[in-house]
């Protein structure tokens, strides 16, 4: 969320930069409702100071003028709250602003790529997809998991169950012991103020799976990525200078509904309603947020390095990153299937975007100021399986084990 303070100074600078992430800011309507909503706080603080005035006479007569201050007062404050939740509504879906060094662009097509590691394996025979690797043994079962909840499920079993409990178990161990992320275990339901801190509410709420409880007044939602609980662990804290940075990973089911994803990657296991995924979370002093993102995108880079699969990144453009993101790298793995890169990360820094949504700050020498937060993926477990059975495939329907990855395979060589 952004400074009010600031949109006030230079709104033409924010509607050139909103503009810049595909987002039409009317200068008029923020002026119109910002304009109601501070006059309404005046009107009640000179009824409040007029009712202080009156309290301090001893003259009787006054009681009858304090009571109906008061009954204005009450009138205009509750004007003041739909005058202010109507600014809100404007407020909390703008998006955050690109830096200087992102490029301007509407879509993905003005990405830029950044760098490409390993060699893209020449098959002699014409490689299989992950759906008919999968199909060869039923590991990889869509039929049972229609039955069970409808299509973008998927069922796993044996050998490929383990190679999805592997691969987490790999990720969590790299991150943890190499790079020093702290492991959390979090709740996977959460609070729609949770949601709201990270930037999911309330721009996107089709996107969400929503519970219903009984008696309850409180929304709650499954969540979309550990991103959302791991981020808010700092909500509405103060946190010691000394303490930064905060590091922390977590493996978790992440729930999607894919609203705007009609029709796009219906096959397979690419775009999911139900997957597993090693997130990456920092807390940080917002002057080291494009150093711990460059450190942030090397830790997910290792896990492609040491499982040897070709990968490239790419630095999008202002219109192709998320809402709370100033800048984004995405890793996009090798699909020999599809015969291109397709993404399984995007590291993000978001300043103190996310940061003043979630009233999180830190004890700086300034005094109290707002952190910084970055997201990654590090990485998404199901299109990492789809990468790793279709590039280490062989002819004979074997799946070669990557040498980083058998002891948390039972020492198979191949599945």
Known sequence: MHNIKDLRKDLIKFKKKLSDRNFDLSIDLFKSLDEDNRKLITKKEKLEQEKKSLSRSADKSNFEKSKLISQDIIKVSREQLKAQEKLNNLLYILPNLALDDVPIGKDDKSNILVEQFGTVKKFSFKPKSHTEIGSIKDNIDFTTSVKLSGSRFVTLTNTVALLERALINFMLDLHTLEFNYT?????????????????QL??????????????????KYL????????TNLVRESLINREDLPKRFVASTPCFRKE????????????????????????IV????????LNRMLNCAKKVLEKL????????????????????TFDIEVWMPSENRYREISSCSSCGSFQARRMGAKYKSQNGKEYVGTLNGSGLAVGRLIIALLENNQNEDGSITIPEALKKYMNNLDKI
């Open 223 to 230: 969540i979309p990525t550990a991103e959302v609980v791991l």
């Open 202 to 219: 309330p721009k996107f709420e089709e996107d969400q799976f929503e519970i219903k409880f009984d008696n309850s007044d409180q929304r």
């Open 285 to 292: 002093e917002p002057k080291n947020c494009i150093i711990e």
């Open 183 to 199: 492991e959390i275990s979090p709740p996977l339901i959460v609070n729609e103020e949770v949601m709201f801190g990270t930037g």
């Open 308 to 327: 040897e699969i070709p990968f490239q990144v790419v630095l999008l453009s202002s219109g192709d990153m998320g809402f709370s993101a100033e800048k």
């Open 259 to 282: 609203a705007g994803s009609y029709g796009k990657d219906t096959k397979g296991m690419i775009r999911q309603h139900q997957f597993y995924k090693v997130e990456l979370v920092s």
